[in-house]
């Protein structure tokens, strides 16, 4: 029931991870958006981890 919701989770997840990446090897880079980049990625992983108990229940 829950696994095409924590798939999606995942992706974005995975998604914010390269977005972080490549901010992170830019000559200039912008730290405010990786501190943003950063706080969705523990947020979702937050859901991830709520989803992944709800499934294992």
């Known amino acids: ?3 095409a919701r924590l798939k999606s989770l995942q992706e974005k997840h995975t ?3 390269t977005q972080i990446e490549i ?3 830019r000559p200039y880079r912008n730290e ?3 501190r943003m980049l950063k706080k ?3 947020l979702l992983r937050d859901e991830i981890m709520e989803y992944d ?3 294992a229940a």
């Open 23 to 25: 901010e992170e090897n």
């Open 1 to 3: 029931m829950y696994t």
């Open 15 to 17: 998604s914010i991870d």
């Open 32 to 34: 405010v958006l990786i």
């Open 53 to 55: 108990t709800l499934e």
């Open 40 to 42: 969705q990625k523990l």
